[in-house]
């Protein structure tokens, strides 16, 4: 109820930016709005799942369950995608390794134990304890390194230092976790997914069946330009590139299978995880259809074309700077033909001249097709969040790892739940003060970083085989025949 509340006010309020941009709104100004709408919204969501009892922090209520399951899963996916070189799908290598990871770890690390729920689980084995351990440190080590990956995002669109934006961001992470839970984090994410449906996919497929332009031909062949690349580069050796994304894709995987419900079935969990990831591919499916129809005009109908024939929506107010022609941002025809008339041009413009903002490419495709440029800032600040969503759920699945294993570890069902539950929020808010603490140049590097992902996931396979091996031997010792006792009686008879 609360979720939905909120979800309908925010998408209200989007709506009302919409209308406001067409009757006149300044976009500066609607982008104040949007950005201050969206933090009350997320806000409101974590204050209102806050809670002291145990069950919501470890696992949402069972009929929300699945969907949230989904969604914090696609959420997680789509910042590995965003830091395997882009959602677009830009690097077709270390894509298939993330997705070739993410396969591995969902399938080896289905748990026999109970996972986390209402009434608890049994006593760990072993091997159970040494996997989620190795996969908590995997997680934390993924936070470190997609941290600056969500400072950046957020600091090309507040326009200020990353670095004094890392402080908050760890603060509103802890605060978030800490405070929502489980509950907290499923419903952002579900958010994060409903707000895209109906901001997103909605407007950009209606625009493209009124205009007739799906841009299927040019997608299919980078799809087929993206496979042939990757089936190249594999056996050429650059499967190297994809090791960490393969890694990180493993412990994505891996988190889904570990913190389960108590009771799931297998299907199940592998259709919760297939889910996910069919998500979070249309998602980027559908960035790098936009993407490519962005380009495409700027091949076809901007470069090499006098800007007289321009499309209109080139020299909007409210996207000004999205194209940079001969470095600087025309606002019409003659501060074009001015930018570029000392370089030697004269009528048309080469592409070499022509260079697009990144920061402004949501607001270029959405007034492209013919859509308020408040929405393409919404999408474009969809993809800090997402990275700030995910750090949060790798945050929490790494301290349930920890004080669940150990706590289970110890005293089993009895253990009292205040304790689970005051060890779980110190999980969360002792690495992240250390994190905190530690000075931005001395940050953790890439390959200490995939040396210790690496160790993690050989002892994860070396404890799951280890599991194998115990499962195996005792099947052959219940097959043995078992002689029969030899009693007094019996050898009276």
């Not at 974590?46 to 949230?68: K, M």
Request: glycine share 10%; proline share 6%; charged share 15%.
């Amino acid at each position: 109820m609360v979720s939905t509340l909120v979800f309908s006010i925010t998408t209200a309020g989007l709506l009302f930016l919409v209308l406001g941009e067409w009757l006149g709104l300044p976009a500066p100004l609607g982008l104040l709005a949007l950005q201050a709408l969206l933090a009350l919204s997320f806000g409101l969501m974590i204050v209102l799942s806050a809670t002291n009892r145990l069950d919501p922090f470890l696992a949402e209520r069972p009929r929300a369950q699945a969907f949230g399951r989904v969604a914090r899963l696609a959420i997680l996916l789509l910042a590995g995608l965003a830091a395997s070189g882009g959602v677009a799908l830009e690097n077709p290598v270390r894509v298939g390794s993330l997705i070739a990871g993410y396969g591995l770890g969902a399938i080896a690390l289905l748990p026999r134990e109970a996972g986390f729920g209402v009434s608890g689980g049994k006593i760990l084995a072993m091997g159970g304890m040494l996997r989620r351990l190795a996969l908590a440190m995997m997680c934390l080590v993924l936070i470190t390194l997609w941290l600056p990956l969500a400072s950046a995002g957020f600091a090309a669109i507040l326009q200020r230092e990353a670095e004094a934006l890392r402080g908050p961001i760890i603060l509103a992470s802890v605060l978030g976790v800490a405070l929502g839970g489980a509950t907290g984090l499923s419903r952002l994410a579900r958010a994060i997914l409903l707000l895209g449906l109906v901001l997103a996919v909605a407007p950009l497929g209606a625009a493209a069946f009124v205009e007739r332009a799906f841009p299927l031909e040019s997608l299919q062949g980078t799809l087929a330009t993206i496979l042939r690349d990757a089936t190249t580069a594999i056996p050429a050796g650059q499967w190297r590139e994809g090791l960490p994304d393969l890694v990180a894709g493993f412990a994505l995987g891996g988190l889904g299978s570990a913190l389960r419900p108590a009771g799931e079935r297998v299907g199940q969990s592998m259709l919760v995880a297939l889910l996910a990831l069919m998500i979070a591919l249309a998602g980027a499916l559908l960035v790098m259809m936009e993407v490519i129809r962005l380009h495409e005009i700027v091949v076809m109908q901007i470069a090499d074309q006098p800007p007289a024939r321009w499309p209109l929506f080139v020299f909007d107010e409210a996207i000004l700077g999205w194209l940079k022609v001969c470095g600087e941002a025309p606002r019409d025809v003659l501060d074009a033909f001015r930018a570029c008339r000392a370089r030697g041009y004269s009528v048309s413009f080469p592409i070499s001249e022509l260079r697009l903002e990144p920061g402004l490419i949501g607001p270029a495709i959405a007034a492209s097709r013919g859509l308020p440029a408040v929405l393409g800032a919404g999408w474009l600040q969809a993809a800090p969040l997402i990275g700030l969503v995910a750090i949060g759920l790798l945050m929490h699945g790494a301290a349930l790892l920890i004080s669940e294993t150990s706590l289970y570890r110890r005293a089993g069902e009895k253990a009292l739940r205040s304790s689970r539950l005051l060890l779980a929020r110190f999980l969360v808010l002792a690495p992240m003060a250390l994190l905190f603490l530690l000075p931005a140049e001395s940050a953790l590097q890439e390959r200490p970083a995939l040396c210790l992902m690496l160790g993690s996931l050989l002892l994860i396979l070396v404890a799951r085989l280890a599991d194998l091996l115990r499962a195996g031997v005792r099947a052959l010792q219940s097959r043995k025949p078992h002689a029969l006792p030899i009693t007094p009686s019996a050898e009276a008879i």
